[in-house]
């Protein structure tokens, strides 16, 4: 089948419809005021572009360095191109004009939105990068399919999966169709904070369709509520210039000015405020986390357009503007201009004006941006920035998105920072207070870089003290001065691979072009950085599991094998034994920390079999100078094998284990988790993994060998309470989650220390 309804979709069919249209589904699950509509499937685009022999020439157009602005148009060019060019089969044509006839008198005007699958993630939002098409009808309804089948191929798609580490041929993309709400007014709405999780639901209201709101076209009408009370804290009833509406005549979306007795006037009703705040407070607690909503208001009723995680919530922010003191930040002598603070932190550096595209080139490390508008061909200029400054926009503008996601401070709905500001004037932004102030911070007060914080990431909330562990997990060395200000014990897993695949080569093609040394360098500059932070807290140091796909996207990619699975193929240990060479440079790098002083490294080899892996690991390090004796050094539990065999293991003489999860559960239950005809049945918490686990944690604690976590499940409340019960060593959480899960482990604790004497 080509379509599904939404009124039959669900979370658990993410694979298969898409982030968008699964969220869409529970909404409707869930009894919310929803759009009706259908989807096209994931799979049906696969399909598409595999019988049609193009899906080769597609990911390999899009194989470009995404800073190269010109290699990255081109990309897109020819990516869009190909989609377009190509003749989707009759029958799926007849399908989904078949389903979309069904929908009304077969002149129902819809909204055809892009759902991909890599989309609305916790960790990742993907906002606005793939296309939207309001008001569409039957002549145009396949054509609009292409074209979004196309934008998962737009410059900032290519751009940001790049950066967030997604290969591009293992992302799918859904459409969804769905009934036009013809909006009298719209808008967005966060139901906690979304810079500082505050319990404050946010409402930003304008009139006409909600589009000119998310593209930041307009300053909107912007209500702060405590979600507790229900009273409005905060009302800015803006001037709202301009609105996108349906043209009468042509049924396109078009934008036309405000008339003038509506543009200073309150958007929303009284009645309208608190029924939104009724919805808020529904969709929050039908997932259990806090939520970004697409809203609109037609005939009286109010809908649902879209819900999604929000994820730029930084749990340390604070009420007043990093590096400033409160009476500096009352202080409004030299205040410039206000808007809304949409992403925090606070920076300072030159202006820069973007009027133009062309302006672009002109905006350098530490310049901050000042436009009327972001656009997504910014983002490459954004990620240079300071801070971002802009004329128009809420806090769901592409600036207000954009700019949280890449960490950099955001002022957005200034209303004339073009027009106030000069370039090259310095100014210091403030992206919580939401200021832009004349000249840079006193000296005394430093300047806080973009994306960092000085406060606690845990809060205010005291660090409990619990027996069990809690550590956390690192990527990236950029990120451990904000993992350490969790408070966490130390780091559970930091992978070495991204500081190899940041190298854009291959490790051995790295070698050959600059030296053994030149690598085992780099390796350990990107260690000791969060070594250092961390220090004496311990840091557990997975040696290199990158799957050969990954490989394959770097310069000397195409030596890499080329795996049909690469996630059951050649890669943790099994490729470290098999290249000595190189596998014994990166312990190199650890000897040499190790020498420097730097105790608190802690060594992981990842995807064992069994005890002859780690035996052959352990004589590596042997002959390169480490003494496995003296320095702790374990090894990932990651197959059935590795569980099974654990007791061997032990034998070798290692002093920790750790589960790896992700790999655990889809080997366990056979189970690809990229697969979207099986993701549904990847189960973290099912029986028979959490009793292999609690087996291996049983054997372990007999031997007196530690046992960890470092897998995404450490996170999850339910696996928590499970590994505290069964005596784990530690638990290794997100950054984000440190915090929660510390809690949760003291609650357990606590619990079983009152079951013990009762």
Known sequence: MAVAWLEDVRSTDLGT???????????????????????????????????????????????????????????????????????????????????????????????????????????????GQQETFLNVTEDDLVDRVQECWASLFSQRAIYYRNQKG????????????????????????????????????????????????????????????????????????????????????????????????????????????????????KVEDHYGEPQDVEWAVAGGEVYMLQSRPITTIDDGASSTAQGESEDEAESDDDLLLSGLGASPGTAAGAVRIVTKLDHLDQVSEGDVIVTEMTMPDMVPAMKRAAAIVTDEGGMTS?????????????VVGCGGATRTLEDGQMVTVDGEMGTVRNGTLATDDPVVEPGSNDDDPVGTRPKPVTATEVKVNVSIPEAASRAAQTGADGVGLLRIEHLVLSLGKTPERYIADEGSEAYVTELMDGVRTVAEEFYPRPVRVRTLDAPTDEFRQLEGGEDEPDEHNPMLGYRGIRRSLDRPEVFEHELEAFKRLYEMGYDNLEIMFPLVTDGEDVAAAREHMASVGIDPTKRDWGVMIETPASAMGVEDIIDEGVDFVSFGTNDLTQYVLAVDRNNEHVSDRFDELHPQVLAIMGDTIDACRAAGVDTSICGQAGSHPEMVDFLVRKGITSISANIDAVADVFEKVDRVEEQLILDSVR
């Open 17 to 127: 419809v898409g982030g968008k249209a699964a969220s869409l589904g529970e909404l409707t699950g869930a009894g919310l005021p929803v759009p009706p509509g259908f989807v096209v499937t994931a799979g049906t685009y696969r399909t598409f572009i595999e019988d049609a022999g193009i899906d080769e020439e597609l990911f390999s157009a899009v194989d470009v360095d995404s800073e190269d602005s010109a290699a990255l148009e081109a990309a897109h060019e020819r990516a869009h191109e190909l989609i377009v060019e190509t003749e989707v089969p009759e029958h799926v044509r007849e399908e989904i004009v078949e389903a979309y006839r069904s929908m009304g008198d077969g002149e129902t005007f819809v909204a055809v939105r892009s759902s991909a699958t890599a989309e609305d993630l916790p960790d990742a939002s993907f906002a």
């Open 166 to 281: 997604f290969p591009h041929d293992e992302v799918d993309i859904a459409v969804v169709v769905q009934t036009m709400v013809d909006a009298e007014k719209s808008g967005v709405m966060f139901t906690s904070h979304p810079s500082t999780g505050d319990p404050r639901i946010i409402i930003e209201a304008a009139w006409g369709l909600g589009e000119a709101v998310v593209a930041g076209a307009v300053s909107p009408d912007n209500y702060v509520v405590d979600r507790t009370t229900g009273e409005i804290e905060t009302m800015t009833v803006a001037t709202k210039k301009v609105m996108h509406v349906k043209d009468d005549e042509t049924g396109e979306t078009v934008e036309r000015e405000v008339p003038g007795d509506k543009r200073d006037q309150q958007v929303l009703t009284q009645a309208e405020i608190d029924r939104l705040i009724e919805l808020g407070k």
């Open 398 to 410: 592409h600036a207000a998105i954009v700019s949280r996601e890449l960490g950099v401070p955001a």
